[in-house]
C-alpha cells in the first residue's frame, strides 16, 4: 500500500483517463497521479492527435474505446481494470489530482462504493461565470434535486466525472449511456440497487485548452432523458 501523509494507506489503484485529442495535458495528468496509481489506464476515443503516444511514454496502458462516447470508454475501464478501486478523472486538467486519497477515503472506511467529488462545495471554474455555465450549474442542480429525492439522500453533485468505485460494484451496474449522463446513471444505479454513495468536495478548474465537450443543445437532452429512463423502480 501506498503512504500519502495524512490519509489512509492507499491501495493498489486503477486510475482511468478518459481522452480525445488530450496530447496538450495528457502527459501531465498521467505523470500527476503516479504518486497515487498501481495502474494508470488511459481510454482513447481514437484521437487523432498524439494523445496515445505521449500517454504511453509518459507510463499509462492505452486501449481504444469503440468511438461511441465517454459512457463506452467507463464501460471498458472497468472490465480492463486489474485493481479493486477505479478512479476516473479527466484529462484535461480541471481536476484536483491532489484530492484523490479524500476521494478513495469513504470506499477504504467501509463507508461508500461510489464517491463523486463535489463541485459544489469544492467549487468549480466550469459552472459560474457566463450565461452557458450558469445553466448548466442550474440544470445540474435540478438532477441532483430530482435524485435526492427519488431515493431520499443528500448528495451535492452526481454529474462530476471525478470519482471512485469498486469495481465489482461498477460491473453490477448494467451501465448503458454513451456519451456524460454516464455519470449520472452510475449514481442511480446505484442507488437502485442498495449501494452507497458519497460525495467528497474537490475544486474543478476550467479546462486548459480548448472548450468543453459538453454542448448544451445536445447533451442536456441527453442528461434529462437519463433521468426519465433510470429514476422509475
Known amino acids: 500500500m501506498k503512504e500519502i501523509k495524512n490519509h489512509l494507506p492507499l491501495p493498489p489503484l486503477t486510475v482511468v483517463i478518459p481522452t480525445l485529442n488530450e496530447e496538450a495535458t495528457i502527459g ?15 481510454v482513447d476515443g481514437h484521437s487523432t492527435d498524439a494523445t496515445r503516444e505521449i500517454a504511453a511514454a509518459a507510463g499509462a496502458r492505452v486501449i481504444l474505446d469503440n468511438g461511441r462516447g465517454k ?78 429525492y427519488r431515493w431520499n439522500v443528500r448528495l451535492t453533485d452526481v454529474q462530476n466525472g471525478f470519482r471512485a468505485i469498486r469495481r465489482e460494484v461498477g460491473l453490477k ?38 472548450r468543453s465537450r459538453i454542448r448544451l443543445e445536445r447533451d442536456w437532452f441527453s442528461f434529462i432523458w437519463c433521468v426519465l429512463r433510470h429514476l422509475p423502480p
Open 28 to 42: 501531465e495528468i498521467v505523470e500527476a497521479v503516479k504518486p497515487y496509481a498501481a495502474e494508470i489506464l488511459v
Open 71 to 148: 459512457g463506452a470508454a467507463v464501460r471498458l475501464a472497468l472490465q480492463e481494470a486489474k485493481n479493486d478501486i477505479v478512479v476516473f478523472l479527466d484529462a484535461d486538467g480541471s481536476h484536483e489530482v491532489r484530492d484523490l486519497p479524500r476521494l478513495v477515503e469513504p470506499i477504504l472506511r467501509g463507508e461508500a462504493d461510489l464517491v463523486v467529488g463535489c463541485r459544489m462545495t469544492g467549487g468549480s471554474d466550469e459552472l459560474h461565470g457566463d450565461a452557458g455555465k450558469f445553466l448548466r450549474l442550474i440544470g445540474s442542480e435540478i438532477i441532483t434535486l430530482i435524485i435526492n
Open 173 to 210: 451496474l448494467g451501465l448503458q449511456e454513451d456519451r456524460f449522463a454516464i455519470e449520472e446513471e452510475m449514481v442511480m444505479k446505484c442507488l437502485r440497487r442498495g449501494f452507497r454513495v458519497a460525495n467528497v468536495s474537490s475544486h474543478e478548474y476550467k479546462r486548459r485548452v480548448g
